[in-house]
């Protein structure tokens, strides 16, 4: 059986929007690790040589601070001190740097529903919409990492690295699967049915 161009085209186009959704993923990905740089620890964060740490601090700060107050409200016992670090009294912790703050998440989001197909007016309420579920989801990751942590070190590494790692790309592919079926095609729709009346 040979194949031609006309035939891969339209062998591929069921899936072109997930392909889309991969490309878009893995080159946002590497675009952030290769100009987004900072130490692991450390507080300056740089872009092409520019600091733009503010708002990784700040986000930062504000994870830590949202997952000790939930913690803390369901009866855990958790001390937020300097540098964003989560200690439980038995000297177990961990320190919320910047790299936890879900800004890399919600870019890689803004990114893929950029470069989807769909109407302006309706990504510019969904865009900002999909950035709030990113953070509140990265608060809920960190909350679990910081609950793990207490009694169950060694699980931290694979939950941090790859568990929830996946899990947070899976939701926001989720996301992307919601504006896809049930935004981008209706209005599609819709304004296609306004142009022929």
Known sequence: MTFNITSIKHFLEPYRGVIQFC???????????YTVIGEETGDVVTFFGWNISAPFIWMSKHVALAAHAIINFFGGEVQ???NN?????????????WSCSGIKQAYIFTCIILFSRG????????I??????CFLINI???IILVVVIENHQAAFK???????????????????VLWEEKIATVNLSSE??????
Do not use: D
């Not at 670090?85 to 740097?97: D, H």
């Not at 109407?119 to 969904?126: I, M, R, T, V």
């Not at 900002?128 to 579920?133: I, R």
């Not at 296609?192 to 009346?197: M, S």
């Open 140 to 142: 809920v990751r960190i």
């Open 192 to 197: 296609e049915t306004e142009k022929q009346t």
């Open 23 to 33: 490309v878009v993923l893995v080159v946002c990905h590497f675009f952030w690790k």
């Open 158 to 176: 694979v939950l941090h690295e790859s568990v929830l790692k996946y899990i947070f790309y899976g939701i926001i592919f989720l996301m992307w």
């Open 80 to 82: 937020y001190l300097s």
């Open 128 to 133: 900002p919409a999909g950035v709030l579920v």
């Open 119 to 126: 109407s302006w007016k309706h990504k510019a309420w969904f």
């Open 85 to 97: 670090i989560l200690r439980f009294a038995n000297g177990q912790g961990v320190q919320i740097v």
